[in-house]
């Protein structure tokens, strides 16, 4: 593989949510739910101006180095770990679902895009800053972390672990199960053997474990790829970390009605315009119990409840959080309450679900008397493979139209470049034909009013019959095109597999076979040094 190329491309044609798209391109018209705007310099430098962290950075150190540690993670990492002590120091964050394998594209690309911005603002204010990848485990959605896919004689294919039932602890602390090696078998026997199979199996096989838990496993994977660029991994679920925030799940819930009240107030508005991201609840937190799983916490008259009819008064619940806070998990809007009470978060780099929610989210921020962090769109891209970059040219197509359904696509193609217009021939020929029938079933109704269905009928039943003679001249074309429409099918399922962007279904891993498992460095390394993120990329590799 040599120097991989990167252009841009507009979000606009893209499937992204409106407010994701105006986020990025009129900052104004949503600066109501967001209180920085990331691609404005002076704001950007404000912000981090005047950002003052309220934690124990000498407690956050701790925590954080006895936790990268168990990773073996680069002395970069711990260095930087070490630097958060310093009192202007400030943190990037990103997140993730710890998915099998690594997940999807987007992940590595959203790590990718943390660490790119750390050094972008660390060069720009001469100020310890750094990359923090928040490893999700304290999320419960074992569909999310089970599945994987890539591609196989261009089309999509998933392999994926059994499914579980729904009252589960944690996903972090699942072990990975027994059939991670009947996965491992099949993935390797479809991801056909190159020059960089064998480090990548290295790779996985050290990581991905039978009997590891899933956090282990997947903080592993990532700490490998990124922790020598100085990337510092974080998360939840650990005692330290809940007896360091144990003040905010307690806030959460002295300030449920203010905190509801806010976020309904900011979700309603969000609405109006656009969309709301995520469903409110009385509380923010999950009680968690080893027989029944992960259970929401609801309102019960003045006191509160779970589904498994646990009961508490306020002041119950509060000594039940003081003494017990290994039993209480954050929900989607607290979660990033606590991450930014422990690490000094300037910024956190979101993908457009992200940015739809923080946008629900910024007075639960006051609620905390915290500030919202900067929301960075993360580094959004398409890779593109040689064989691809070769084929893509000969063919009228737009990158974004290979969105479209294949049956769209291949009736475009022929409407494009076939010499004869078969859509107007057709559309001539029943315009004819109803002008004629339109006439002649005035006259039958003039003979006898009963027959007018009937002709209206014999109408139909002649346009059918053109539908169906029109069906069958453009599969004769596309017979003739066969050659080009299995192009277009092949150029689909890379780029925009099963209807939806690459970056959303493609593994990291189907890349790092293909181009080695250094491509991440690459990228990064190819990227300019003033990149915003504020266009889809496409890398050609």
Not at 244 to 264: N, V, W
Not at 342 to 359: K, N
């Amino acid at each position: 593989m040599g120097a991989l190329q990167v252009t841009n491309y507009s979000f606009v044609h893209l499937p992204f949510s409106e407010l994701f798209k105006t986020y990025v391109h009129n900052f104004d018209e949503v600066s109501d739910f967001f209180e920085t705007d990331p691609f404005d310099p002076n704001a950007v430098s404000k912000k981090i101006d005047e950002f003052a962290f309220k934690g124990n950075r000498k407690q956050t150190a701790s925590i954080l180095s006895a936790l990268n540690k168990q990773f073996d993670v680069h002395e970069a990492a711990l260095r930087n770990i070490k630097r958060l002590e310093k009192e202007n120091a400030l943190a990037i964050v990103t997140g993730q679902q710890l998915g099998v394998y690594g997940g999807p594209l987007y992940t590595v690309l959203k790590t990718i895009s943390t660490i790119h911005i750390t050094q972008k603002l660390e060069k720009e204010f001469d100020r310890p800053i750094v990359p923090v990848f928040w490893l999700a485990d304290e999320d419960h959605d074992y569909d999310e972390v089970r599945k994987l896919t890539i591609i196989e004689e261009d089309e999509p294919k998933t392999f994926s672990l059994s499914p579980k039932n729904n009252h589960l602890p944690t996903v972090a602390n699942l072990p990975l199960p027994d059939e991670i090696s009947d996965m491992r078998d099949q993935l390797k026997e479809s991801l056909y053997n190159t020059d960089f199979s064998d480090d990548l199996w290295t790779l996985l096989d050290e990581s991905f474990q039978k009997d590891r838990s899933f956090f282990e496993a997947f903080g592993l994977f990532i700490s490998r790829l990124f922790s020598k660029h100085g990337l510092v991994l974080a998360g939840s679920n650990h005692p330290d970390v809940k007896e360091a925030t144990g003040g905010y799940l307690k806030a959460s819930i002295e300030k449920s009605d203010t905190i509801r009240d806010q976020l309904e107030e900011k979700s309603a508005d969000l609405a109006e315009e656009y969309h709301q991201q995520v469903t409110l609840y009385d509380s923010n937190l999950f009680y968690l119990d080893d027989e029944t799983g992960r259970a929401k916490i609801t309102r019960n008259g003045n006191g509160w409840k779970t589904d498994g009819n646990i009961e508490w008064s306020t002041a119950q619940l509060i000594d039940e959080i003081d003494a017990h806070p290994d039993r209480f998990s954050p929900n989607v809007f607290l979660r990033p309450i606590l991450q930014d009470a422990l690490l000094p978060t300037v910024g956190y780099v979101a993908g457009p679900g992200e940015t739809a929610y923080y946008g629900q989210m910024k007075s639960m921020y006051q609620c905390f008397d915290m500030d919202m962090p900067i929301i960075f769109p993360r580094l959004s891209a398409t890779l593109v493979e040689p064989a691809i970059d070769r084929i893509i040219g000969e063919l009228p197509f737009e990158f974004h139209e290979y969105g479209n359904r294949i049956e769209d696509l291949e009736s475009d193609y022929v409407d494009r470049t076939d010499k004869h217009d078969i859509e107007a021939i057709f559309e001539d020929w029943q315009a004819q034909v109803e002008e004629i029938s339109d006439n002649k079933k005035k006259d039958i109704a003039d003979i006898d009013p009963t027959l007018e269905a009937a002709a209206e009928k014999a109408t139909s039943v002649y346009i059918n019959e053109l539908n169906k003679l029109k069906g069958k001249v453009y599969r004769s074309v596309k017979k003739q095109d066969q050659t080009q429409l299995n192009r277009i099918r092949r150029i689909k399922a890379n780029l925009f597999p099963g209807d939806g962007l690459q970056e959303r279904t493609i593994a990291g891993i189907f890349f790092m076979n293909k181009y080695g498992i250094d491509i991440w460095d690459k990228l990064l390394n190819t990227l300019d040094p003033d990149e915003d993120f504020d266009h889809h990329k496409l890398v050609y590799l």
